[in-house]
T-cell receptor, first 110, second 111 residues
C-alpha cells in the first residue's frame, strides 16, 4: 500500500460543476499537508496548504481529518483553466520529508 | 522571483551511457529533493538532502544512480549506465521549511 493514496480519476466535469478529490495517508505522524497542481508536462506548483480547521481560497476548499488520516479538495464553479492533475502531498515532519500521491487528473469541459 | 534551476531541460541518451542532471536550489533552502516522475504517475522521491547530508535515499537504485550535494548548495544526479526504463521526468525541488518549490525538470529519454 502506498503511503499517500488518491482517487485515481480521471474526472471529466462540465464548466460550473463542483468536484471533490480525496486523499488518504498512512503515516499517522505526518505533520503538514498540501495540494499541488501540475499542468501537462510542467512542474508541480503549490495550490494550497491544508489546515486542521479547514481552509478556503476562492473556489477551492481544503479539509483535513487527522483521525481518519484523510484530506480533501473541493473545487466549486469549475473553470476550463482548472484542468490539471491535482497532487496530494504529505510532509512527514521528520527531516521535512515530503511524499506525493499519484495525482488525480481533472478535465473541465465546455 | 527566486526559482530552482535545472539543466538540461531535455536529454536523449543511448542505453548503457552515463547521464547527469544538475540542480541549483533557491538560495538559503537547506532541503533538496530529487524526484522521478513517470508519465501519468505522481513524483517518486529518489533522494533527499539536508544541507550536504543525505537524509533519505531508500528509493534510489544505488547500483546505477548516485547523487551528491558537496557544498550543500547545488546538486547533481547521475545515472550510469542508463536503462530504457529510466526514461522519465527528473524533478528537483527545494524547501526552506514546509513548501517545496520545483524546478522545470529534466526530461530524459533513453533509446
Amino acid at each position: 500500500r502506498k503511503e499517500v493514496e488518491q482517487d485515481p480519476g480521471p474526472f471529466n466535469v462540465p464548466e460550473g460543476a463542483t468536484v471533490a478529490f480525496n486523499c488518504t495517508y498512512s503515516n499517522s505522524a505526518s505533520q503538514s499537508f498540501f495540494w499541488y497542481r501540475q499542468d501537462c508536462r510542467k512542474e508541480p506548483k503549490l495550490l494550497m496548504s491544508v489546515y486542521s480547521s479547514g481552509n478556503e481560497d476562492g473556489r477551492f476548499t481544503a479539509q483535513l481529518n487527522r483521525a481518519s488520516q484523510y484530506i480533501s479538495l473541493l473545487i466549486r464553479d469549475s473553470k476550463l483553466s482548472d484542468s490539471a492533475t491535482y497532487l496530494c502531498v504529505v510532509n512527514r515532519g521528520n527531516n521535512n520529508d515530503m511524499r506525493f500521491g499519484a495525482g488525480t487528473r481533472l478535465t473541465v469541459k465546455p | 522571483e527566486a526559482e530552482v534551476a535545472q539543466s538540461p531541460r531535455y536529454k536523449i541518451t543511448e542505453k548503457s551511457q552515463a547521464v547527469a542532471f544538475w540542480c541549483d536550489p533557491i538560495s538559503g533552502h537547506a532541503t533538496l529533493y530529487w524526484y522521478r516522475q513517470i508519465l501519468g504517475q505522481g513524483p517518486e522521491l529518489l533522494v533527499q538532502f539536508q544541507d550536504e547530508s543525505v537524509v533519505d535515499d531508500s528509493q534510489l537504485p544505488k547500483d546505477r544512480f548516485s547523487a551528491e550535494r558537496l557544498k550543500g548548495v547545488d546538486s547533481t544526479l547521475k545515472i550510469q549506465p542508463a536503462e530504457l526504463g529510466d526514461s522519465a521526468m527528473y524533478l528537483c525541488a527545494t524547501s526552506s521549511q514546509f513548501e517545496a518549490f520545483f524546478g522545470q525538470g529534466t526530461r530524459l529519454t533513453v533509446v
